[in-house]
């Protein structure tokens, strides 16, 4: 009985040592930033001459009209962008499990592609579609529809940015529905094929049921993802015109970095993201899990 404990603590120290430089990793590149941003956001001023102000740069939040334009901006790429993001990639995944269809391995390469593509090239390449010679106002005059300026103006920039999103992540997104798809048994459908379900019915009935968990997975992350937006705010559109396409992490970069550095504002906003991906992220796993 000794020898066994013995043996038990001895594999435990070995795991907890294994276990030790990560965490202590990850402590320190995350969780204590994290703390200090939090306790940044409570104060005001620099190291010289830094006191504590409560909750000021909370309340200045939504007295600042920028703010409350890059909130308006995220919040609206959130809720167009990820649901249609998350259907294509659902119909995309279902349609190349199918093992009738040749060249599968192809397909799926090109639509994962996107994802693995260079911010700046494909930056570049829609900046080069959208301009007002592109190839997409090319299109329009085709069918008589007069050129958009698509990167001067308010909404067609909203829309750029996020056709830009669903190019790039919906391929992503494909790829965890197939994995999910695959671990799907045959005979399930079999069997629906034998009761008189048709190809509707095995979607909505058996599919979608039986994803739950991924689609819950991927919408949690399309979540965290859209609200922490940066890259295209800043390299396709540059925020412009204006703020209109300028989201929130765009702004705490422009407030801590371009404009007079204010750490103290920009820390508030920081974890006022934080604090609304983590609301979001419960109110999905509230909604999406049903298990007991």
Known sequence: MTKKLTL???QNL????????ATLLIFIFCFYPMLQAILLSFKRGNNASERWVGFQNYTRLFKDKVFLECLFNTVFYFVIQVPIMLVLALILAQMLNNPK???????RTMIFLPCATSLVSYSMIFKSLFASNGFINTMLSWINIAPIDWFNKTWPARFVVIIALVWRWTGYNMVFYIAGLQNIEASIYEAATIDGCGAYKKFTKITVPLLKPT?????IMSTSGTLQLFDESVNLTAGGPGKATMTLAHYIYSTTFENTPNFNYAAAISVFILVCISILSFIQMKVGDKRD
Do not use: S, Y
Request: proline letters at 4%; hydrophobic letters at 55%.
């Open 101 to 107: 269809i040749k060249g599968k391995g192809i397909f």
């Open 8 to 10: 038990e603590k001895r």
């Open 215 to 219: 689609i819950l997975l991927t919408a």
């Open 14 to 21: 070995i795991g907890w040592a294994i276990l030790l430089p």
